[in-house]
């Protein structure tokens, strides 16, 4: 059984920054990529960034570029999302998701998501 389980979210002031983990475990994630994306209340869930988790290469949505960096650790099977910079509209529940795929910014591209963890960020 596939388990990804996020941690590191919080209340934050805009400025600040904040680390998120997830935790992979269950399979080899040996040809996946690993994502974040973020969601409120009555959207859709917005891709954040993704990484191949063989050979670490990222991708960011335009709106983080510059500000949040993406990385792993496979050794600890753990994939961080570093968020620098924050601003109160990034409020939202972030997740973490695996999937067969490469790189891709579409929530239907990952079949495993994780429970997320609420970031909060005041003005």
């Known amino acids: 059984q596939v388990l990804l389980v996020e941690s590191g979210g919080g209340l934050v002031q805009a400025g600040d920054s904040l680390r998120l983990s997830c935790v992979a475990s269950?399979?080899?994630?040996?040809?996946?990529?690993m994502a974040w994306f973020r969601q409120v209340p009555r959207k859709e869930r917005e891709f954040v960034a993704a990484?191949?988790?063989?050979?670490?290469?990222?991708n960011y949505d335009d709106s983080v570029k510059g500000r949040f960096t993406i990385s792993r650790d496979n050794a600890k099977n753990t994939v961080y999302l570093h968020l620098n910079s924050l601003k109160p509209e990034e409020t939202a529940v972030y997740y973490c998701a695996a999937g067969r795929t490469w790189l891709e910014k579409k929530s239907d591209a990952y079949d495993y998501w994780g429970q997320g963890t609420q970031v909060t960020v005041s003005s």
């Open positions: 269950g399979r080899a994630f040996t040809g996946f990529s």
């Open positions: 990484i191949s988790w063989s050979d670490g290469l990222p």
